[in-house]
């Protein structure tokens, strides 16, 4: 009940992030085409971008829950890293394809801009930005695809606000009268945002391969399984354990090695040292692939 509950939770934040994407996105392209911003039009194209990816993560989100069959006997929870490594490949596409545009603008001299729209909606979009991380980051809490929408919202905020910064500037600059200086304004802060953003593409593509090449899993979730491993072995008076573990999705596999000595162990023993095990990697609150073993041969085990 509580997997099918954390799932629903997962796909109303992904649509609460589209609809957002949605207004917010609409909202720069308008701008953008009325205000002749280049810098708008890159913003919305980016929050509509988020749009099409969010998507794809929702598709993913209920690939992921399909329960395991002939053909996927393991499941399809390898689209959610997939889905995650697609959204950072195409927000790095988007990034690259606008730094060049800005360059090529600074080179022809710059462009007008209306500075007025840019601030006030970069102070619009930095609070709707806030007020969505907030709501995503409450709703699904322990998603790896809300995560994912969450950092992009926050970089969205921390965007929105060099926009306003950058355009206040401007408008500094056309009260001094420096009017040329203005015109390189609009392609100046694309290049900031593209700053800005780059960390997040990269952050994605890595923590997606990372889990495709079967890594070990984030500190947070190897600690856990250390300590849960050491309770065990502190119960049952158990050597010095072998684990090997890693993150799917939301699957986490684990095994646990155990080296005894010979004539001290039976199966039903093996049984208590595997449920009690299991109860405590189970309170991690991933879907759970264990695997636990007592053997009196370390070769098995290696």
Not at 151 to 161: D, E, K, Y
Not at 219 to 240: Q, S, Y
Not at 276 to 284: H, Y
Request: net charge negative.
């Amino acid at each position: 009940m509580a997997e099918v509950d954390a799932r629903t939770l997962e796909r109303r934040a992904l649509i609460g992030s589209i609809v957002g994407a949605g207004v917010l996105g609409s909202l720069a392209l308008v701008g953008g085409i009325v205000a002749q911003s280049r810098v708008l039009l890159f913003d919305g194209a980016f929050v509509l971008l988020g749009i099409v990816l969010s998507a794809l993560s929702l598709s993913a989100s209920r690939a992921a829950a399909t329960a395991p069959d002939a053909r996927f006997p393991f499941g399809r929870q390898a689209i959610t890293p997939i889905a995650i490594a697609v959204q950072g490949a195409a927000l790095l596409g988007t990034l690259v394809y606008a730094a060049a545009d800005a360059v090529a603008v600074i080179v022809a001299g710059g462009s007008d801009v209306a500075a007025g729209a840019v601030v006030g909606y970069g102070v619009l979009s930095m609070l709707a930005s806030l007020a969505l991380v907030r709501w995503l980051a409450r709703t699904a809490p322990d998603s790896d695809l809300v995560a994912a929408e969450v950092a992009q919202w926050r970089a969205g905020a921390l965007l929105s606000l060099v926009y306003a910064v950058g355009a206040a500037v401007a408008l500094l600059l056309a009260a001094w009268s420096l009017d040329e200086a203005v015109r390189y304004a609009d392609p100046v802060l694309v290049l900031l945002a593209c700053v800005v953003l780059v960390r997040i593409p990269l952050r994605l593509l890595r923590a997606a391969g990372l889990e495709l090449m079967e890594a070990a899993p984030p500190a947070d979730v190897a600690a856990a399984i250390d300590r849960e491993v050491r309770k065990v072995r502190d119960e049952f008076d158990l050597p010095e354990a072998i684990v090997r573990a890693t993150k799917l999705g939301e699957r986490l596999y684990v095994e646990v090695d155990f080296v005894v000595a010979a004539g001290l162990w039976d199966v039903s023993g093996e049984d208590r040292v595997r449920r009690a095990l299991l109860r405590g990697l189970e309170t991690l609150g991933y879907e759970l692939w264990a695997t636990v073993e007592l053997t009196t041969d370390p070769e098995l085990a290696a």
